[in-house]
């Protein structure tokens, strides 16, 4: 569990970060999102102690953790870049091998995890002995995630992960990350500009402007209780879509039931929905 | 020298001279390079994290290297004295820019998600620097090292100038002696260094730095360091030290004839002739060559010890004039020798010190003159005729053309047009022999050597006397190309051995025999 009071950061005269706090329980994964410029990168990286808060406190699993050595302490978080921050000088199994190793993990148990999590992610073993450049971007952000999950840390930080990818890579590989129990165990803190994106894998959303949290919550609650103008016009493009995903028909959401379907029968669904 | 000798010949007779000087000039740039990459290198990681100095460091280091070389090596002395110490500081700092930026360059360079990447997964700042970026700015790094590299084997001929050793002694030995057997045997060897050191360090580029521990890339560094000392000449010291230009030490006028002639052998090192008057002067050396009459003597405060048996020619400087031209103007020949005898060798030093030292115009410097010894005429505006006046380029000929002119204005209803400052000896000569001047001051040694040329045996006669000398070109030129040398004018612009003043004193040292004989008690 993840708890951060008041957490502020000014960069300068400006102030990034302003009084932010949440909670996101074990296993839950909480979005930041918000324009560009709205603090939730900072938020992210203050988690990890990559950005030093001018105040506030964070604690995980009810521990105090800006008293640890911020080494120790990020040794214990995964972390997903968007630009998968693979070293280029190392092939793919040593990109791996790097938090484990600042373990002191034996080189068995490296080699076995690897493999253990290169059949999860759907990543050829033979990729192991390449260099990031030869890797496709999905196969570089799978490494990135691999790289991430290898010490099983029990919080895993995303910073916009898909971010770097085209759209049908995009897509394709949330639902693979979504559907791996590795990450449903974890408790996940992400960053998106995507709404779709937070809204599919959030179980809780934090919409930021201007360094300042404009409403926490569950996205049916972002959706259908917006808590001032800001949130109902950051969410107005693509209201349709997210109700028609949100809006539970059965076990599924109407969206779900909608894929597949031809023309005459869509417009036969759509007219009972729009206009009961 | 013997233009017979073939290049191969010459590396064979030369073979131990070879061998010292490549290996002085590998350890002054090894040396050097190593400390400038113990420097640049934690200096370039330091701007690279904190770039608020980088303008300024980047800067400084950018001055140093717009610092001529020659000119670094002058300040040095000074500090640090001649030999390879100022030269291994010089090479340094020249080193510095190169692997400086490029460590700047390939840290700062390194892709800020990777940095960020590597510190999120928990490596320490250490780990972040050994593991990430360093071996990523490993190449840009590299490269600056071998830029340094090839400048600084470059960069070390100069180390000649200042008794450093290396093979700048035989390139500007050869130079100066016009022999490119004696060139080629300094540049070439020089050329293959630089090659090579870069060939070694473009395989070293290619070690993988990220399994490597930082140890075993240190030990090598200071291992080289230390015996590159080794490669060094040895310790110069003793009681006198002589320090002669590379032309000085391998001319039969110079150090070759005081060790056949006087057997001096004393401690030497080869400089350049414009570090050496300020090293003397800076107690660096004890004895150098020069021009007896160069301003610079009195400047530094140096006396010339006297050729008690002539191995240096005389070069007993005269007016010579057109035959043609006295015809015409017979009362020019009595001006002209108003001045014979009139000048010795201090009092042209000092008149050269109050030109190039002191920075007096010639004509201010010989009005005075004139003045003093009560020749000054004012000038007459006459308009008989002109009189064209030559001189070459430098300061001390300025002056004897601006004594002529005013002897001549002021005695005579003659004008004069002086055509100062003619290249050389060749260019002087030849606009008098061409009608294009009238008369120009000369050297004995200078018309017999450059101009007539005899056969060795007529100039090892001759030089044992000035007169000699002078009665010798006297005959030739009238001879040969109807001009006349007039009476010389007193001072004598040779070859010299000086010494600094209250040394010679102290020591009781007046003549090169005494220097010997000082030399061979102690």
Redo the contacts between chains.
């Keep these: 569990m993840i708890r951060a009071e008041q957490l502020l950061k000014r960069f300068g005269g400006t102030i990034a970060v302003n009084k932010v706090s949440f909670k996101v329980p074990r296993g839950g994964t909480m979005v930041l999102l918000g324009p560009s410029g709205c603090g939730k990168t900072t938020t992210l990286r203050m988690i990890?102690k990559?950005v030093e808060p001018d105040s506030g406190q964070l604690f995980i699993d009810g521990k105090e953790v800006y008293n640890r050595k911020p080494?120790?302490?990020?040794?214990s978080?995964g972390?997903v870049?968007?630009?998968?921050?693979?070293?280029?000088?190392?092939t793919v199994a040593?990109n791996v091998a790097?938090?484990p190793r600042?373990l002191k993990w034996s080189s068995e148990k490296i080699l076995q995890r690897a493999e253990e999590l290169f059949i999860k992610l759907n990543l050829d073993p033979a990729l192991k002995n390449q260099y990031p450049a030869a890797l496709s971007g999905g196969q570089q952000q799978r490494v990135g995630l691999a790289?991430a999950l290898m010490a099983d840390p029990p919080v895993l930080?995303m910073d916009e992960p898909f971010g770097a990818l085209d759209n049908l890579t995009r897509i394709r590989i949330r639902k693979e990350f979504m559907e791996l129990d590795e990450l449903k165990r974890k408790t996940v803190v992400m960053v998106t500009h995507d709404i779709q994106e937070a809204f599919e894998m959030g179980n809780q959303i934090c919409l930021m402007d201007k360094g300042a949290v404009m409403q926490l919550g569950t996205p049916e609650e972002l959706l259908f209780q917006p808590a001032n103008a800001f949130v109902e016009d950051f969410l107005k493009d693509q209201r349709l879509l997210l109700e028609l995903k949100a809006l539970k028909i059965g076990q599924q959401s109407a969206w779900a039931l909608m894929d597949g379907m031809n023309r005459a029968d869509l417009q036969q669904v759509l007219t009972r929905v729009i206009k009961p | 020298m013997n233009e017979t000798q073939t290049f191969w010949e010459f590396i064979v007779a030369q073979a131990d001279k070879l061998l010292s000087q490549t290996a002085a000039h590998i350890g002054l740039t090894l040396i050097s390079l190593i400390a400038a990459i113990l420097i640049a290198v934690p200096l370039g990681i330091f701007i690279a994290r904190k770039p608020r100095f980088s303008a300024a460091i980047l800067g400084f280091t950018g001055i140093l290297q717009t610092i001529p070389s020659i000119a670094l090596l002058g300040i040095l002395i000074p500090f640090l004295g001649i030999g390879p110490k100022p030269a291994i500081l010089a090479l340094f700092l020249y080193a510095l820019l190169p692997i400086l930026r490029n460590t700047y360059t390939g840290i700062t360079a390194v892709d800020a998600s990777v940095k960020d990447a590597a510190k999120g997964m928990g490596m320490s700042d250490f780990q972040v620097l050994m593991k990430v970026e360093l071996p990523l700015a490993f190449p840009v790094i590299m490269a600056g090292i071998r830029t340094a590299t090839v400048i600084n084997v470059g960069v070390a001929t100069l180390a000649a100038y200042i008794a450093a050793g290396g093979l700048g002694e035989f390139i500007f030995g050869g130079i100066a002696l016009n022999n490119s057997n004696m060139i080629l045997a300094g540049a070439i060897p020089a050329a293959l260094l630089a090659i090579l050191l870069d060939y070694l360090l473009s395989l070293a580029q290619k070690i993988s730095l990220k399994k490597l521990n930082l140890i075993y890339v240190f030990i090598p560094f200071v291992l080289i360091l230390f015996t590159s000392f080794f490669l060094l000449p040895t310790k110069i010291g003793g009681r006198l030290l002589a320090g002669f230009t590379p032309e000085f030490m391998g001319r039969s006028d110079g150090y070759l004839g005081l060790k056949a002639v006087y057997g001096l052998d004393m401690e030497t090192v080869v400089i350049s002739d414009a570090m050496k008057y300020k090293a003397a002067y800076e107690e660096k050396l004890d004895v150098i060559d020069g021009y007896s009459t160069d301003g610079r003597v009195k400047a530094f405060n140096l006396v010339t010890l006297t050729d008690d048996l002539h191995i240096f020619p005389p070069y007993d400087a005269a007016p010579i004039v057109r035959q043609a031209t006295l015809n015409k103007y017979p009362e020019l020949e009595g001006i002209l020798n108003q001045l014979a005898g009139l000048i010795n060798d201090s009092t042209m030093t000092e008149l050269n010190y109050r030109v190039d030292k002191l920075n007096e115009t010639p004509e201010k410097v010989a009005i005075d003159f004139l003045k003093q010894n009560n020749l000054y005429q004012p000038g007459r505006q006459g308009n008989k005729g002109t009189i064209r006046v030559g001189s070459k380029i430098f300061g001390e000929q300025y002056i004897l053309a601006q004594l002529y002119k005013l002897l001549i204005e002021g005695n005579s209803d003659l004008r004069v047009a002086n055509k100062t400052g003619l290249g050389g000896t060749k260019i002087c000569f030849d606009a008098l022999v061409n009608d294009e001047i009238d008369l120009y001051p000369e050297y004995t040694g200078t018309g017999l050597l450059v101009i007539l040329k005899p056969s060795p045996d007529t100039v090892a006669a001759l030089s044992k006397s000035a007169e000699a000398v002078f009665q010798y070109v006297y005959r030739e030129f009238n001879e040969k190309y109807n001009i006349k040398w007039l009476k010389p004018i007193g001072f004598n612009n040779s070859y010299a051995l000086m010494m600094r003043r209250e040394k010679a004193q102290s020591l009781r040292i007046k003549s090169i025999s005494d220097l010997k004989h000082y030399i061979n008690r102690n």
């Design positions: 990890n990559l080494e120790v302490l990020r040794r978080i972390y870049l968007q630009h998968h921050g693979l070293f280029p000088h190392y040593e790097i938090v600042l790289r930080l």
